[in-house]
């Protein structure tokens, strides 16, 4: 039974001196239908600004029923399934148009935070299920993904009401750890691209997995 019919979800470009974006690398390589319903793919820049803007219009323009949106965290082992976005930019190093916003809201009208509004849990369920592993994480940082993730739940909640959005980090792709320290955690893009089919599947049919024991310690 299928409970979305169109699922938006947006990649990021290359960033940080990396060749390759994993994140962005593994959306290409989504079916263009999961569960029934239509993958629209985008890649978005790693700029603040115009990373919101694309989403904005691609919102417009192709009124998906769900927005997951894809980023790159260098050190993690597997996809981590976000449950926070926060209204804060801190921006460590400058994105890919030169800007460093430090301490400043993202939308001076918005709330704290937002949580997911895609079912996180059931998520990180379906993809233990098909034998990868997978985390929920309860902070996605303060750069551009953290930005993409707000604003796409802040559009949800100002204007594009009955949308539902989340994001997902994934790990480095195995080439790009060649001339990293040893032990930097990887992941190969089919694999990727398979969790995140996983955890689309479980948005798309609605899944709920609330009795699943999560959180974190520290
Ligand atoms: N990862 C960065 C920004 C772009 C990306 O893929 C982040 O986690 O903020």
Redesign the pocket.
């Known amino acids: 039974m299928v409970m979305l019919h169109k699922v938006l979800v947006t990649?990021?470009d290359p960033?940080?001196g990396e060749a390759v974006?994993p994140?962005y690398e593994a959306v290409k390589l989504l079916p263009d239908t999961i569960a029934g319903a239509h993958i629209v793919k985008l890649e978005v820049p790693?700029v603040f600004t115009r990373s919101a803007q694309a989403l904005e219009q691609a919102m417009a323009a192709e009124r998906p029923d769900a927005v997951i949106c894809?980023?790159?965290?260098g050190g993690r082992s597997c996809v981590t399934v976000e449950k926070v976005a926060v209204n804060l930019v801190e921006a460590r190093i400058p994105?890919n148009d030169g800007a460093q916003p430090l301490g400043e809201p993202l939308r001076a009208d918005g709330p704290d935070a937002y949580f997911a509004t895609v079912p996180v849990k059931a998520m990180v369920a379906n993809i233990r299920a098909n034998h990868l592993p997978a985390f929920i994480s309860y902070t996605?940082?303060t750069?551009?993904?953290?930005?993409i993730m707000y604003h796409a739940l802040y559009l949800c909640d100002r204007t594009f009401p009955g949308t539902i959005a989340g994001f997902m980090?994934v790990p480095y792709e195995p080439g790009q750890v060649v001339d990293k320290p040893e032990g930097t955690p990887s992941m190969p893009l089919d694999t990727i691209a398979r969790s995140l089919e996983y955890a689309i599947e479980a948005v798309v049919r609605g899944d709920v997995a609330d009795d699943m024991v999560a959180g974190a310690t520290h």
């Open positions: 990649g990021f960033f940080g974006n994140a790693t894809v980023g790159q965290a994105d996605a940082g750069y551009v993904c953290n930005s980090h």
